[in-house]
């Protein structure tokens, strides 16, 4: 496998069994089991022997997925990475790609039982926090939430449920006034 930027000395299944494992904590904290999902998005890189590459790729990351597979999608039971060419051209093959990562998202989600009701308010929320910056001011979140309609106690609901689903990060006994809100 290819090893990440030199200031990350891991590789990339080492990378993987990390976001499994914090997906486990996650559980195991009572938080909503997040899924972990596999994008490789330069399959137009993998060159003349492409298919045996990813093939290779594929036989290492099925390690991993004996020890994760309740958090990790895979595309099918040989392939665990979804290798899509993210320089196609908007067009059929875009479209194809598009449609098969949200049916394999849909039904992994059919899967869980889990079906969780977000008011429309909470999306518009977080997209808007998100175009805000990393770093937000609780004060913030609740004149966005003000402008959208929602009481206190509804941002409040839905920075913990935001925080939950890990969308972003809210320690409101700790940092009580600051929303993370990108992670990267």
Known sequence: LYTLPDQLTLTNREFI??????AEAKAMSGKIVPKVMIVGT????????????????????????????????????????????A????????????????????KAVEETGEVIDVPLKWLAFHLDLDKKGGIVRKSECYKTGEILGMG?????E?????????????????????VFTKMD
């Open 17 to 22: 069994e990390r976001a499994c494992q914090i």
């Open 42 to 85: 330069h399959k137009d890189k993998l060159g003349i022997d492409g298919e045996a590459r990813l093939k290779k790729i594929n036989e290492e990351l099925r390690k991993v997925h004996k020890t994760y597979d309740h958090v990790l999608i895979c595309k099918s039971e040989d392939e665990v990475i979804f290798a899509v060419n």
């Open 87 to 106: 320089m196609a051209p908007v067009g059929k093959e875009r479209q194809q790609y598009t449609e098969e990562l949200q049916d394999i998202i849909l």
């Open 152 to 156: 206190k106690s509804d941002v409040d």
């Open 158 to 178: 839905a920075l913990k449920y935001f925080d939950k689903v890990g969308l972003l990060l809210h320690y409101p006994d700790d940092v009580p006034d600051l």
